[in-house]
């Protein structure tokens, strides 16, 4: 990653004013005076934008580029309370898809991991401690933490009915898992929201908060580290 830029502008709507005339901060160019650009690289394909854009500060505006160190830039961002920042390779030509070309990396990232297990509560009527989670690591599920925080306590008591539907009813748990031993292991069905700040060193979920089973359920949808 060796370009990375995200907006600096932002509005604030007050009550009682009207909103904020919209600006769009563009930062690539794949279509130009009839000219298809996606084959082009990034770094050919931002020289004319600049140059489209020079000096404009109407409606639609460039969005400026850093060359930074990453990790410092989003921690500085964070504190700014921004989104996140946006990496591009500079070599690269314009692809659809997850190519990884392009890497959006928010503040709080928010991905669909499966519900493997439960940890008890001791403050009954808790539903439970915390949820086990899982992601896909090739074909096999790994364990990536648990979360304990997001819950409202009605919501906690109807999941757990939910997972003691599901219990696992083999001696093996369905994962490696070096956690509590304390785990009450279900069936990997249910897929739950889960917001984070960031990932550990050794692969686990850093300040994980519940955010609700997703409503769409498809396997699909689940975190891949590979």
Not at 43 to 61: F, P, V, Y
Request: with cysteine; net charge neutral.
């Amino acid at each position: 990653m060796n370009n990375v830029s995200f907006p600096l502008g932002a509005s604030d709507k007050k009550p009682g004013n009207r909103a904020s005339d919209a600006i769009l901060y563009a930062f690539d160019l794949i279509y130009l005076d009839g000219h298809d650009l996606r084959g082009v690289e990034f770094r050919s394909r931002r020289h004319l934008l600049e140059d489209t854009l020079d000096g404009k500060d109407g409606a639609i505006r460039l969005s400026e580029t850093l060359d930074a160190d990453p990790a410092v830039l989003l921690e500085h961002v964070c504190g700014l309370g921004l989104e996140g920042i946006v990496g591009k390779h500079f070599d690269q030509p314009y692809r659809s898809g997850r190519t990884g070309d392009w890497v959006k990396v928010k503040c709080v990232q928010s991905e669909a991991f499966f519900i493997v297990g439960y940890e008890m509560s001791s403050a009954p009527p808790a539903g439970f401690g915390s949820l086990v989670l899982a992601a896909y690591r090739n074909a096999d599920l790994v364990h990536v933490g648990s979360v304990g925080t997001g819950f409202k306590e009605a919501e906690a008591i109807k999941l757990r009915k939910m997972l003691d539907k599901l219990r696992w009813k083999r001696k093996q748990p369905p994962l490696p898992c070096s956690g509590s031993t304390d785990v009450v292991w279900v069936e990997p069905t249910l897929i739950a929201e889960i917001e984070f700040r960031a990932w550990t060193t050794d692969g686990k979920l850093r300040h994980p908060s519940y955010k609700g089973l997703r409503e769409r359920q498809d396997n699909a949808d689940v975190f891949r580290l590979d």
